[in-house]
């Protein structure tokens, strides 16, 4: 017993998306002491489709994609590490196109390079 063909059009072959970030250090003076310490605000901008396509059986788009507006603040205590605060703000349609959801949160994340 096979899996219908229109059930199968729920998950997606072909995605497509991608961002844009824009970083810019608004204060570099020593705090906790460190040195080199930066305080950068920044906005990013991303949108993904998750299934880039048409359904079969009505020829309509299959919608599943994200738009997020994210602004944020982040401070470098060294060039190899990060602490960021970002506000996330998503308009996230689902699979039928309908109204998008509009959802928000807080993200808080820590990355080190090495």
């Known amino acids: 017993m096979g899996v219908s063909e229109t059930y199968t059009e729920q998950f ?3 995605q497509q998306g991608g ?3 824009f ?5 570099r ?3 906790f002491g460190f040195e080199k310490s930066v305080i950068n605000a920044a906005i990013r901008f991303e949108y993904v ?7 079969k059986s009505t020829g309509d788009n299959i919608s599943d994609e994200i738009f997020s507006i994210v602004p ?9 590490t990060v602490i960021r605060l970002n506000y996330r703000y998503n308009w996230q349609k689902d699979i039928l ?6 959802l928000a949160e ?3 994340g820590v990355s080190t390079y090495f």
């Open 12 to 14: 997606g072959r072909k």
């Open 19 to 21: 961002f844009i970030d």
């Open 23 to 27: 970083v810019q250090p608004v204060f």
């Open 29 to 31: 003076k020593p705090i």
């Open 49 to 55: 489709d998750w299934n880039k396509g048409k359904f």
């Open 72 to 80: 944020a603040i982040s401070w470098r205590p060294t060039a190899q």
């Open 97 to 102: 196109g309908n109204a998008p959801a509009k």
């Open 106 to 108: 807080f993200q808080f």
